[in-house]
């Protein structure tokens, strides 16, 4: 395996096939069964072997999860161990001079996890990469965000099994962005599943699930926090008997027929059209809240009539009730308290609370609203 970097969140390198993102910190209380029956205030005789765990992930949400694991398996008499992480390889800032360590990357560095045992395939399925996992001899393997596919090889080595902690009731939003496309979709609940994976996308028996409640006004990277932070308390709740072997007899095959699916959001998403209802660009609005965002497109109007498209970055919005004034005006674009008010499909108002101009920070909308001294603001018609 190429050595690793050292402890940063930048450096100057020529690309490795092998790196690490950085960690976010999360503290947990890991259950009493996580720890082996023969560990008491007085230990007597040989302790059980523990079992080896691989953790895959990638983002920060993971690099939480990732330490509350590595907070359990420290404790005295823990009944597992990570022997490994694996996460996406690092990426190239802005500048293109450095390569950045992903969150899961960075927070094991920081633990003090050995560089040997951190890998960075670009693919899970590459050569060097399934010998190197086959000699840590996993038990078990764990994802959660991780980013790559899994090939039958990768699964066939630990005999526990992999299992995936994902942010949504399966069998709905199974694919690459279940938070995001949940939000749009307006869910009022969604949760956190525990399943074995396997060769189909996210389609393997169930282990455990929890739901939680979705606030109408919540955006997708926090729902995603709260939601991997229950599924870290849920995971090492049901870590035991997933080593055990219990899980694999009590666990539950989806409901196939029920599946719905989370596709990538792209690049192109991002624009809104104001003939949606209020409700509709709110959700998307939320949903796409971090990356990649959302935009749209205004017109402003000088004392002479002269037109100038205006490209902003809808940031934070709310749904108005019924507004006659805004309701009843088909392009005009209102300053009410703070926020800007328009009106979109089926006649249902929209407050824009925070936007951001090209190479400006975010402000709120009045702000937006006196830097335009006096023109008017309208909605952009194609």
């Known amino acids: 395996m190429p050595p690793l970097p050292s402890m940063h969140r930048s450096f100057n390198i020529s690309f ?3 790196l690490l993102p950085p960690l976010v910190y999360f503290h947990s209380h890991a259950p009493s069964r996580l720890l082996h029956p023969a560990a008491s205030s007085i230990h007597s005789g040989t302790q059980p072997k523990q079992k080896s765990v691989v953790f895959l992930g990638t983002p920060n949400d993971a690099a939480d999860m990732l330490e509350a694991l590595l907070d359990a398996a420290e404790r005295e008499g823990s009944i597992f161990k990570v022997v490994g992480v694996v996460t996406q390889p690092q990426s190239s800032s802005r500048s293109r001079k450095k390569h950045v360590l992903s969150p899961v990357a960075q927070r094991a560095f920081d633990r003090g996890f050995p560089s040997s045992s951190i890998f960075l395939p670009s693919k ?4 060097s990469f399934l010998s190197s996992l086959k000699e840590l001899q996993p038990d078990l393997c ?15 080595i630990p005999p526990c099994g992999t299992v995936n902690v994902h942010p949504s009731l399966l069998p709905l939003y199974r694919g690459a962005a279940p938070v995001q496309r949940a939000i749009q979709d307006g869910v009022k609940v969604t949760g956190v599943t525990i399943a074995y994976t396997v060769r189909s996308l996210d389609s393997g028996p169930i282990i455990a699930w929890e739901s939680l409640e979705v606030d109408s006004d919540i955006k997708a990277p926090k729902l995603q926090s709260l939601l991997f932070a229950k599924g870290t308390r849920l995971l090492l709740r049901e870590l035991p008997s997933i080593l055990d072997g219990l899980a694999v007899q ?20 991002s624009w809104l059209s104001f003939d949606e209802t209020a409700l509709a660009i709110h959700n998307k609005v939320r949903a796409f809240s971090g990356w990649p965002g959302t935009k749209a497109l205004f017109l402003s109007k000088n004392s002479v009539g002269e ?14 009730p019924y507004d006659s004034d805004v309701s009843n005006s088909e392009r005009a674009v209102w300053l009410k308290g703070n926020s800007l008010v328009l009106c979109c499909g089926d006649r249902t108002v929209l407050e824009i609370v925070e936007l951001q101009p090209p190479g400006k920070k ?17 909605k952009f018609k194609p």
């Open 250 to 269: 009590s666990s539950k095959e989806q409901d196939h027929s029920s599946a719905s699916l989370a596709p990538k959001i792209s690049v192109e998403e």
């Open 362 to 378: 975010v402000m709120s909308g009045r702000d937006f609203w006196n830097g335009l001294q006096g023109r008017q603001l309208l």
């Open 307 to 320: 037109l100038e498209t205006i490209e902003v970055k809808i940031i934070t919005t709310r749904v108005k």
């Open 124 to 127: 899970a399925g590459e050569e």
């Open 142 to 156: 764990i994802t959660a965000a991780y980013g790559n596919i899994l090939p039958k090889r990768f699964l066939d």
């Open 16 to 18: 490795h096939r092998f």
